[in-house]
């Protein structure tokens, strides 16, 4: 649904985003990287606000930048917001439907539904100006869906809500992904977006470091040490065995006697097939295996240590 190809944006002599080229289908697809990564400029192009400097973005097939045509299908919740303080929620969503072109014998219709959908009637009629931040996220998004768009595009959509909040914005989003819409949201709170979706694109000081799922993305950094932990009623005869074996670079038992153990591997998938085998023809007793790299905040901060 959404194409960059050799995307960038500058701004004088400052880069925003640098020969960004991917495709983003249908599903919750989330743009990770910290504050200044490139992230907003990337949404910014997807949504019509910049034009890239040089490259293209297309959506549907079209150029964004000032197309009703692409707007029409569009969502957008932008991080910050600005104004409307004195109207109410429900006002302002109103506002924001009547100008996506929804008919005005719809328009009560489409914005109640909104409104529900976020979870946000009971305080629609209040003005702006007196929302905690959770209730000002929520009206955003409720702005963003109240047309029923195919594509949706959140940048930082989960800042300032509680948790009872985040869990029914992340609800929302997954039930949008199901319908085969496309949900594009950024992030830099890593385990949030984990439980989101496995789809991500890694961004930093404006370049694209990948995209892919966890394990894919994991392929790329093979060659760096991953940390696996081993919880065994044997640990001193497992770690025994285990230091003599191919791939494995460092074995540390667990000084607090709890029977844990770490294993340095240079080739997991290898590591894990051969502990299968050892547990089944030895007899060892292993209770939990389990690997902190195996996440994407170390996938992350490997790629970012190695740009």
């Not at 996506?100 to 489409?110: D, R």
């Not at 966890?214 to 790329?220: A, D, K, S, T």
């Not at 932990?229 to 230091?243: K, N």
Request: one cysteine or more.
């Amino acid at each position: 649904m959404i194409e960059l190809k050799n995307a960038s944006r500058w701004y004088g002599q400052v880069i925003g985003a640098n020969d960004i080229s991917l495709t983003i289908q249908a599903g919750i697809t989330a743009l990770l990287g910290p504050n200044g990564s490139g992230k907003s400029t990337m949404i910014k192009m997807i949504t019509g606000q910049l034009r890239p400097t040089t490259g293209s973005v297309r959506v549907d097939g079209m150029n964004p930048f000032a197309n009703p045509k692409v707007y029409a299908q569009m969502g957008y919740c932008p991080e910050f917001e600005q104004g409307y303080e004195e109207m109410s929620g429900r006002e302002f969503v109103w506002q924001m439907a009547s100008m996506s072109g929804i008919p005005q014998a719809k328009l009560k219709e489409q914005v109640d539904w909104a409104l529900d959908e976020v979870k946000i009637t009971t305080a629609a009629d209040r003005a702006i100006g007196g929302y905690s931040k959770g209730m000002r996220q929520r009206i955003k998004i409720a702005q963003a869906i109240v047309h029923n768009p195919r594509i949706l595009v959140l940048d930082e959509p989960l800042n300032g809500l509680d948790p009872l909040g985040r869990h029914e914005i992340c609800e929302l989003m997954l039930r949008y992904a199901s319908e085969g819409r496309c949900v594009l949201v950024s992030s830099h709170i890593l385990h949030e977006v984990e439980q989101l979706t496995q789809n991500i694109v890694l961004l930093f000081r404006g370049r694209m470091l990948a995209q892919g799922d966890v394990r894919q993305l994991r392929q790329l950094i093979d060659n760096h040490p991953h940390r696996i932990l081993i919880q065994s009623t044997q640990p001193r005869e497992l770690a025994s065995a285990l230091i003599t074996w191919p791939h494995v670079l460092n074995v540390q038992l667990d000084k607090t006697d709890q029977g844990w153990l770490e294993v340095q591997v240079d080739s997991p998938g290898e590591f894990y097939a051969l502990l299968q085998q050892m547990v089944i023809e030895k007899g060892y007793l292993v209770d939990e295996v389990s690997s902190p790299d195996n996440n994407l905040e170390a996938v992350f901060n490997y790629l970012v240590k190695s740009s």
